[in-house]
């Protein structure tokens, strides 16, 4: 193992951080203060709450067959899912393996098991929800009940709306995942199993594992680390209209991207009022300016937690001068590692996440469905440190 990391040292890592092995954060081990930046927070007693009752039972007979078309990134789709599997089982329904989004912003042609252990979600819900492949051949084009699932429905609205439509057909559609489920007053049963997927039963795909527990080894051989997950890619600043810092052509690229992406209702935005309601991801000269203001020292190793960067380099000058130690997968896996992966956001993105919940302390600069999911995650986990800028 030693030999095989020396390797990756010499060949892949930037010169300036040589010796990995020899470094030792400065003053965390012996000041108390800046050993308190990387202490967990407290649980407060709150542990994490998935078993099912006592009075819960295998899943009844199946009414029908459910199929999923998820929407949106990685986050949103693993959430939608873990809500659909919840409603399947709300709905007394055989849950086809869902079909992941292929038609968002990142025109990503993963599929489910190119992202997750499909046979391990299959297993895993053998209690819960009764879960295959594929639809019998003799259904494939049968007549769909097709419908777009009310918003934030609790279980009267599956049982009372949707679960009539067996009646007239042995398969339901459902057009999105996103949001379908409400947060609140659900039976608790209900909620335990959304969990269990969304923590659980949702593992990533073996190769995306392997990789992404490589990195996380590579991480922590610099020592303690913290994972920023900057929001700052061309997707997110389109749609947002946050130009907060970009030069005139930039911010007239983006109002041209969000004005040619159909499905972004919202067109016209104004940059300076997104960011006073702290609508805007912090740039990542205020994220350097922040970790300094929180006592991290420059030596501090940070994982950049992101896609692409816009701007480049460019935008990126002050957080690298404050915090040089500044790493991302690219930089800690070579090309041929990463060649099987790069194509495909879901998959890289997913390379982040395991990185960012496996983190000493994860920070990001904007609350979006990836901090969130990474959130939840790491407080499951044992509520591992996480710091929310209030923007």
């Known amino acids: 193992r030693e030999a095989e990391e020396l390797r990756w040292e010499q060949e892949f890592a930037p010169p300036q951080l040589a010796s990995p092995h020899s470094r030792k954060l400065d003053g965390a081990a012996e000041d108390e203060p800046e050993k308190r930046l990387w202490l967990p927070a407290p649980s407060r007693r709150f542990v994490p709450c998935v078993s099912p009752s006592l009075e819960y039972r295998r899943p009844e007979a ?40 292929k038609k968002s912003f990142w025109l ?9 252990d499909e046979e391990h979600f299959i297993r895993y819900l053998a209690n819960d929800v009764k879960v295959e492949k594929n639809l019998p051949k003799e259904l494939v084009k049968a007549p769909k009940s097709v419908r777009y699932f009310k918003s934030w429905s609790g279980v009267d609205y599956y049982q009372n709306e949707i679960s009539p439509l067996w009646e007239h057909r042995q398969v339901i559609r459902a057009a999105k995942s996103d949001s379908r489920l409400a947060n609140n007053f659900l039976p608790p049963d209900i909620q335990k199993l959304r969990c269990r997927t969304f923590f659980q039963a949702l593992r990533f795909a073996p190769p995306i594992e392997a990789l992404g527990n490589l990195l996380v080894e590579r991480m922590k051989s610099f020592g303690p680390y913290i994972a920023l997950h900057l929001r700052y890619e061309k997707d997110m600043l389109a749609f947002s209209g946050c130009t907060y810092g970009l030069s005139d052509t930039e911010s007239e690229e983006l109002a041209m991207i969000r004005g040619n992406t159909t499905y972004w209702k919202v067109k016209d935005i104004d940059p300076l009022e997104q960011r006073s309601h ?27 937690a992101a896609g692409e960067i816009y701007g480049g380099e460019s935008h990126m000058v002050d957080l690298q ?58 407080r499951f986990h044992g509520h591992r440190k996480t710091i929310s800028p209030d923007r």
């Open 278 to 304: 702290g609508h805007c991801p912090l740039t990542p000269k205020e994220v350097g300016m922040f970790l300094s203001a929180l006592g991290y020292p420059s030596s501090t190793p940070v994982y950049i």
């Open 108 to 116: 990503d042609k993963s599929n489910f098991s190119d992202v997750f």
């Open 62 to 101: 199946s009414r029908g067959y459910l199929l999923v078309h998820t929407n949106g990134g990685l986050n949103q789709m693993r959430a939608g899912i873990s809500d659909m599997v919840a409603v399947a089982r709300i709905l007394k329904a055989t849950l086809i393996i869902p079909e992941l989004d």
């Open 321 to 378: 001068s404050r915090f040089p130690i500044l790493m991302n997968k690219e930089k800690l896996a070579s090309a041929e590692e990463l060649r099987p992966f790069s194509q495909y956001a879901s998959q890289m993105a997913a390379l982040d996440y395991i990185v960012s919940v496996e983190s000493d302390v994860f920070i990001p600069s904007y609350s979006g469905n990836m901090a969130r999911a990474v959130a939840g995650h790491r």
